[in-house]
């Protein structure tokens, strides 16, 4: 079984659910699972974890993003993005002024209303269902963060703005160009979107399908894999004396003194150097599990195995 986690480049056409069934045939293997939807429409960079990698999915859906994404003034979809149903046009009497004041006042914290048509779940019901239904409920706003926008290129005449996005994890880039739009008073909404990162995952290094198939067919793919221990390089690296491998691998807790070698991370826990959370290693180096120091039990206790 193929472990580890691998970068790859979803394009237009299908959705995340689609690339990762894609790449089930490609490397003849069923344990895969990916890291944060991508509409079809939009592409990008999709980080997909393989084999004993899956159990990091939730961790990884937390990291930050960033997109760049073209704004349209002057429209209204229902889908808050070009592909949908014009609901109405505006004519766009902004200065470029205004505009920049508008994009760059969303920077921060920001109570989003997620959209429609999404696949956040309501009693039961995916969003976007009740969507294509004909239905509108109501919906809570979430807590967003904007770390940054940039302004790549601004066309007036076009009515077109293309944007740089660093935001937190649950963030819609189409609602976001929406509520610019709402904000100018003349509506908006996404012509284009295309993810460049994700956590440590960048656009420069990510694979098509076509370009994985390749790379398997070569015997290459170990090449571009990052390993589950590499996605740590902060934690401490500890590895437990032979006597205690038993132990670790049943997955309890252990004592400082259990502890054969360290290397790695820095100190803030209060044991000598070592970090709150660390990786465990058995004797042999092999990656048990991350694990993380209880000052009161004063013991490291199992976070997550990856046995």
């Not at 004041?101 to 009740?130: C, H, T, W």
């Amino acid at each position: 079984m193929i472990n580890g986690i691998i970068n790859v480049y979803k394009e237009k056409g299908y959705t995340s659910h689609d690339a990762v069934a894609k790449l089930r045939g490609i490397i003849n293997q069923k344990k895969i699972g990916h890291t944060g939807t991508l509409d079809p429409d939009a592409e990008g960079v999709l980080p997909v974890c393989l084999g004993n990698g899956t159990k990091l999915c939730d961790m990884l859906t937390d990291n930050n993003k960033t997109y760049e994404a073209v704004l349209l003034l002057g429209v209204i979809t229902d889908t808050q993005d070009a592909t949908g149903t014009v609901l109405t046009a505006h004519e766009v009497n902004v200065s470029r002024q205004q505009v920049e004041e508008a994009i760059l006042s969303f920077i921060g914290e920001y109570d989003q209303l997620p959209p429609m048509y999404s696949a956040i779940k309501v009693n039961g019901k995916r969003l976007y269902e009740l969507a294509r239904a004909g239905k509108e409920i109501e919906r809570a706003t979430r807590k967003v963060w904007i770390h940054n926008i940039r302004i790549i290129e601004l066309d007036e005449e076009k009515h077109q703005v293309k944007i740089e996005v660093d935001c937190s994890k649950g963030t819609y880039i189409r609602t976001l160009c929406h509520d610019i739009g709402a904000r100018l008073l003349c509506g908006g909404c996404m012509k284009s979107l295309l993810r460049t990162r994700a956590g440590r995952f960048t656009i420069e290094n990510s694979l098509k399908l076509s370009e994985i198939q390749d790379r398997m067919k070569q015997d290459q793919l170990q090449d571009y894999l990052v390993k589950v221990d590499d996605m740590f390089p902060d934690y401490t690296k500890i590895m437990v004396a032979e006597e205690y491998t038993k132990l670790i691998c049943n997955g309890n807790s252990f004592q400082t003194k259990q502890i054969k070698e360290q290397s790695g991370g820095y100190g803030n826990s209060g044991t000598d150097g070592i970090t709150d959370r660390v990786r465990v290693y058995d004797w042999r180096n092999q990656f048990i599990g991350i694990y993380q120091y209880d000052g009161e039990d004063k013991r490291f206790k199992p976070v997550k195995m990856f046995l």
